[in-house]
Nanobody, 115 residues
Framework: QVQLVESGGGLVQPGGSLRLSCAASGIIFSIYTMGWYRQAPGKQREMVASISRLNSPNYADSVKGRFTISRDNAQKLVYLQMNSLKPEDTAVYYC?????????WGQGTQVTVSS
């Protein structure tokens, strides 16, 4: 059974940084493109970044230049380094297969950007 566990969220001031982690189990992690998604209140879930099995990243325009996605295939982890955070980055962040989520969503991790 696939399990995705996100962590690292919190409350941060505008301009601050956070590093999110996602631990995956129950899959052959290294063969999949992984993505970070977010869902803000009242909005649809959107993908903000993805990373291929060969470590090629892609970013949504809204986060390009501020967020960095990385992965550790040996530990089955995917990370999202978020810098220069803005209030509009406030959301629950999730990881899943990309570009089409294929597994049950984890609980997510809340990121709140506020002064």
């Amino acid at each position: 059974q696939v399990q995705l566990v996100e962590s690292g969220g919190g409350l941060v001031q505008p301009g601050g940084s956070l590093r999110l982690s996602c631990a995956a189990s129950g899959i052959i992690f290294s063969i999949y493109t992984m993505g970070w998604y977010r869902q803000a209140p009242g909005k649809q879930r959107e993908m903000v970044a993805s990373i291929s099995r060969l470590n090629s990243p892609n970013y949504a325009d809204s986060v390009k230049g501020r967020f960095t996605i990385s992965r550790d295939n040996a530990q089955k982890l995917v990370y999202l380094q978020m810098n220069s955070l803005k209030p509009e980055d406030t959301a629950v962040y999730y990881c899943n297969r990309a570009p089409s989520p294929a597994w049950d969503w984890g609980q997510g991790t809340q990121v709140t950007v506020s002064s």
